[in-house]
């Protein structure tokens, strides 16, 4: 039998059509933005005073969400990867429900929790801090959506690298700080990369739960997809600048999927 047979399987192919329409499904909204950018104006529209400060802040705040996440989420990501089968599965489930949770949903969530009626806004509001519609609304939503995808890569990673390596550092006389920084993270460090890539990717691209939580000002909390949101519905930026910014995200989306896939270990056969 040949290769191409063998990786075939048995798959009836009828189910090629049925597969062909759900790939087009993905594809063809993204040929058609590609469609509509105006190369003559392409590099006016993504450096317009607008865009760039959208651009900055979605930055900015992107990175300083995933360094959060980092903090944050490796040692959650740990303590799950070393916990029983039992609590393990109870604070994975945990971590996921971001994933499955509207967006707006967790909007709404964090204005109760940081609001001026809630016990922790009250008094963040005597001390004379105010969180929600600031930039730091817009880092603590992005660091919301984010994490759970930097903790279950990296838990996975730490999962399957097992205790075997921890546990020959710690027989030889390693402290559990040297075992980590030695032994555990670099064995994890696949797992680590790709979680940061697509934290970061996520962070940049929230719009649901930035939008309630940290409201649309521009040079504020207006980042990226919001200044796109806005522009389509006549106010902000310019239509071109909306699509040579909805652009802008696709080519780092696809950026990110390439850097996954080159941490990706692939298991000879």
């Known amino acids: 039998m040949s290769v191409t047979a063998d990786r075939a399987g048995f798959v009836p192919r009828i189910l090629a059509l049925p597969a062909i329409l759900g790939l087009a499904l993905l594809v063809l909204p993204l040929a058609a933005l590609v469609l509509r950018v105006e190369w003559s104006t392409l590099w006016s529209d993504v450096t317009s005073p607008e865009a760039m400060s959208a651009l900055w802040l979605s930055l900015a705040t992107g990175a300083v969400a995933t360094t959060a996440c980092i903090v944050l989420g490796v040692p959650l990501a740990l303590v799950i990867a070393r916990s029983a089968p039992r609590r393990a599965a109870v604070l994975r489930a945990i971590v996921t429900v971001p994933l499955v949770l509207p967006p ?42 984010a994490l759970p995808f930097l903790v279950l890569a990296v838990e996975g990673s730490m999962r399957s690298i097992g205790i075997g390596y921890e546990q020959a550092a710690a027989g030889l006389g390693a402290g559990r700080w ?7 993270l670099p064995l994890a460090a696949p797992g680590l990369t ?17 939008a309630l939580f940290a ?10 997809p919001l200044a796109i949101y806005t522009a389509f519905n006549g106010a902000g930026v310019s239509q071109g600048t909306a699509v040579a910014l909805s652009l802008l995200l696709l080519v780092t989306a696809i950026g990110v999927l390439l850097l996954v896939r080159a941490w990706r270990v692939e298991t000879p056969r």
């Open 104 to 145: 707006m949903v967790g909007g709404v969530a964090m204005l109760f929790l940081f609001g001026r009626t809630s016990v922790i806004g009250g008094m963040l509001a005597e001390w004379g801090i105010r969180v929600p519609f600031t930039t730091t609304a817009v880092v603590l939503a992005q660091t919301f959506v």
């Open 178 to 184: 040297t075992i980590l920084a030695r032994v555990t």
């Open 194 to 210: 790709a979680g940061i890539v697509l934290c970061f990717a996520r962070a940049i691209g929230e719009f649901g739960a930035t």
């Open 215 to 224: 409201g649309n000002a521009p040079g504020v909390t207006q980042t990226m």
